[in-house]
């Protein structure tokens, strides 16, 4: 009896014993499988901010004199490069013997290095300087493209004098050059996704496309005249388009989708996000970054704030219009506007009567009725929602997301490559309200379910080349694939905005 315990007890060991070693193997086996997965999208063990302040501490304590603690990759594309700004010595490009030196060294220059290279000069900041200090040069000068950890950390440390605020803050001529702007520009490059992150993807792909906008970044610039000392979306995104336009491969746009909660509030990593409400958020930041340099929103009158370069390309105005039926009196209110949200019920079946439905006149009666000045009371009155400015660049957002979560209509809506604008304007125009489109995003779904799905979108670069963006993987396509598809947005670029300079210029006066 002793013996069997004996035995019953040795067994039951050996089998813990296995179990136990069982359980290791197949946890190392997961952790692997998940480090070797995340690699693919994110800098594996990245230090985040917290972290970073203890590794810089760290390297204080324990760097030898005279090493310097940099990454040797360059600060735009971030290839390993052994050549130094030849002033500050504090930034690497690449190799001297690549063609794409002298590139990545005169963008980087245009970009932002043409000031601070002075200053950090002024400052005496210089290899051994950096080191003494515990930090890396890279991270002094382009922090933001060289971790990919989840809340990078960012700031120049600069303060700029605000710009007194004047009637007209971007001079619109000005504007015309740029969207004028005819470089072929550079091909669409792939973005990683980061997990849910292809509602962002595929609004950063649009953005990148849209011309007026690239241009003043390529030409002009922001981060040079930016007045933040921390983190600015539109020197963020003056990055990104630095790096697409050199790279040449699909990249991580991780920088920005780290600080969403900044871009818009309600927004949240890893989260399933819906892509017509973060282009809102991205334009309405860019606005934002415009109206800092004068002060802020609250420093700017409502009229100039209409004046800034993003309203410009995107801004607008709407007419609401109601007609009383027993004193036939008008009144008129306007709204600013980025984009239309239109409906798709009904028969409508196309774009045009889409914008048709949007414009149509609404009969105000029963419970609904018109309260009217003239007629000192409730009366039945005409509404008529129309467009009496266009912007210059269109977004048009199909409304297909309904109540419930399987709520989305699927319907076939057609759209024309060439919108003709005018029969939906307040007033009759002069033919210069003619757009083409250059941006469709699509949103793919299961089951008419809209609580989960994929966005690809399709993009027209500046030579007039159709591609189709899925994530990091980027086709070449022909304008028939992309007029068959079941667009949730559309973007479309006046014509020529050569009348609306004068149109505009006389508003102004």
Sequence with gaps: MLVSGVSSSSWDLKWLLQFVFSAFVLAMGLHALVKNTA???????????????????????????????????????????????????????????????????????????????????????????????????????????????????????????????????????????????????FPPRGLLNCGNSCFANVVLQCLSFTRPLIAYLLEKGHRSECCHNDWCFLCEFETHVARARLSSQAFSPMNILSRLPNIGGTLGYGKQEDAHEFMRFAIDAMQSVCLDEFGGERAVPPKHQETTLIQHIFGGHLQSEVICTECEKNSNQYENMMDLTVEIHGDAASLEECLDQFTAKEWLHGDNMYK????????????????????????????????????????????????????????????????????????????????????????????????????????????????????????YSRYACDHELKRRLSCLS
Excluded at 42 to 68: R, T, W, Y
Excluded at 144 to 157: D, N, V
Excluded at 457 to 475: A, H, M, P, S, T
Aim: proline share 4%; net charge positive.
């Design 39 to 185: 690699s693919k999208y994110f800098e594996v063990e990245a230090p985040f901010e917290g972290e970073q302040q203890q590794q810089q501490q760290h390297n204080h304590n324990h760097s030898m004199p005279g090493l310097l603690m940099d990454d040797s990759l360059c600060a735009v594309c971030r290839n390993p490069g052994s050549k130094k700004c030849s002033r500050c010595k504090s930034v690497r490009y690449c190799a001297a013997a690549n063609l794409s030196s002298q590139a990545c060294q005169q963008a980087h220059w245009k970009s932002e290095h043409k000031t601070r290279c002075k200053e950090l000069q002024m400052q005496g900041v210089s290899q051994t300087g950096l080191t003494n200090r515990g930090f890396k040069a890279s991270d002094a000068v382009n922090r933001s493209t060289t971790s990919i950890a989840l809340i990078p950390e960012y700031g120049r440390g600069i303060s700029r004098p605000i710009k007194q605020p004047k009637d007209v803050l971007f001079p619109y001529d000005d504007f015309v050059k740029l969207f004028n702007w005819d470089k072929p520009g």
């Design 372 to 491: 009217c000045d003239g007629c000192k009371g409730y009366v039945k009155a005409w509404k008529r929602l129309t467009v009496k400015r266009a912007p210059n660049i269109l977004t048009i957002a199909l409304k297909r997301f309904q109540s419930g979560r399987f709520g989305k209509l699927n319907k076939r809506v057609t759209f024309p490559e060439t919108l003709d604008l005018s029969p939906y304007m307040s007033e009759v125009g002069d033919g210069s309200d003619i757009y083409k489109l250059y941006a469709v995003v699509v949103h793919i779904d299961m089951l008419n379910a809209s609580f989960f799905g994929h966005y690809i979108c399709y993009i027209k670069d500046f030579c007039g080349n159709w591609y189709r963006i899925d994530d990091w993987k980027v086709l070449r396509v022909e304008l028939e694939e992309v007029l068959s598809q079941g667009a949730y947005m559309l973007l």
